[in-house]
């Protein structure tokens, strides 16, 4: 049984930074890419960032660049959204995704196989 466990979620200030885990069983992420997406009441599902399976292509959304990294550790079988410089419109239940793709990623959510259960991200004074 396949199973996306994200954490890391939380209530921090403008500026301040989180990083989200996506813990992954029943599949091996190597074989996966993996995409991180939000979402916030009354509006559609949004791709954030993602990266292929072989880890060397990645994606980020234009309002993120520079600000989060994606990134994969093969041996925890996690994968990881570090999130710097958050601002109020960063606000959403972020959730992991998984595609069975190695070469490339896709910013897509209906690509996706596989998804967690989300996790909170509120970025208020």
């Known amino acids: 049984q396949v199973q996306l466990v994200e954490s890391g979620g939380g209530l921090v200030q403008p500026g301040e930074s989180l990083r989200l885990s996506c813990a992954a069983s029943g599949i091996t992420l190597g074989d996966y890419a993996i995409g991180w997406f939000r979402q916030v009441p009354g509006r559609e599902r949004e791709g954030v960032s993602c990266?292929?399976?072989?880890?060397?292509?990645?994606w980020y959304r234009a309002s993120v660049k520079g600000r989060f990294t994606i990134s994969r550790d093969s041996t925890k079988n996690t994968a990881f959204l570090e999130m710097n410089s958050l601002s109020p419109e960063d606000t959403a239940i972020y959730y992991c995704?998984?595609?069975?793709?190695?070469?490339?990623?896709?910013?897509?959510?209906?690509?996706?196989?596989?998804w967690g259960q989300g996790t909170q991200v509120t970025v208020s004074s």
């Open positions: 995704a998984a595609d069975f793709e190695r070469s490339f990623c896709s910013p897509v959510p209906q690509e996706y196989d596989y």
């Open positions: 990266i292929s399976g072989t880890g060397t292509s990645t």
